[in-house]
């Protein structure tokens, strides 16, 4: 048996919460941040100072944010140069199909011509049987 959801028990305001709540979570980082600005709200940055351990982790965080940049431009590139191959490839699947059809043309009309040279061989024939001997 299936229960399907009701919302027949929620309260309004619960709900306009809720549906805020989800509007909030869904915008990406990049529109939270135009928001901000926007509003006129400056993030306060801890500028230190800094334990030995904090310091190793931001180093860590920074080697890691540079290895992400790095891994994002590769991938970019492999996608850039994967595009760039199928593209080409399908040039030359083009290119292949109407070879091929040129091809087909060609030999439907040889096919074509054949049976008329046959035709008129096999009605050359015919009336030459048909003529009486002297």
Known sequence: MQDSISFNDAKLPNARKL?????VIGRGYAEKEQLIHKIGIEPKKY???????ESALRQRIEQLEEDLLKTSEERDSALEENKAKIDELRMELLSLREAIKKMLREKLAKEKRLRQIEEKIEDTIKVKSHIPSH
């Open 19 to 23: 549906l805020k709540s989800i509007c």
């Open 47 to 53: 500028e230190g100072p800094y334990t030995q351990t």
